[in-house]
């Protein structure tokens, strides 16, 4: 199984950036489709951002679109999330995940995720 450590979190104003960072290691990184999620206390976990195996189709919540960019690196086995415009409601443990499925469709669904990060928080002030 692949496993995923994530990175960049942090402290940030309102309209600044960050980029996260999902390392994976112990399985074939090119053969999972990657996403990122979120959770903020007392809400259900989000998947804000998804990319298939290739990286050649991604997929955007409602919520983050055009501020929002996941990649991958296969060579570095490393998924990337850079969030930019950041406001006080992207707070949240923000938590990468992989999925074997081959189908862009199922992208979206966090059903179709079995391994999981720890999680880094973002904190995003007014």
């Known amino acids: 199984q692949v496993q995923l450590v994530e990175s960049g979190g942090g402290l940030v104003q309102a309209g600044n950036s960050l980029r996260l960072s999902c390392a994976a290691s112990g399985g074939s990184f090119s053969s999972v489709a990657m996403a990122w999620f979120r959770q903020a206390p007392g809400k259900e976990r989000e998947n804000v951002a998804a990319?298939?195996?290739?990286?050649?189709?991604?997929y955007y919540a409602d919520s983050v679109k055009g501020r929002f960019t996941i990649d991958r690196d296969n060579a570095k086995n490393t998924v990337y999330l850079q969030m930019n415009s950041l406001k006080p409601e992207d707070t949240a443990v923000y938590s990468c995940?992989?999925?074997?499925?081959?189908?862009?469709?199922?992208?979206?669904?966090?059903?179709?995720?079995?391994?999981w990060g720890q999680g880094t928080q973002v904190t995003v002030s007014s």
């Open positions: 995940a992989a999925t074997r499925t081959r189908y862009t469709y199922e992208l979206p669904t966090p059903e179709r995720y079995n391994n």
């Open positions: 990319i298939s195996r290739s990286g050649g189709n991604t």
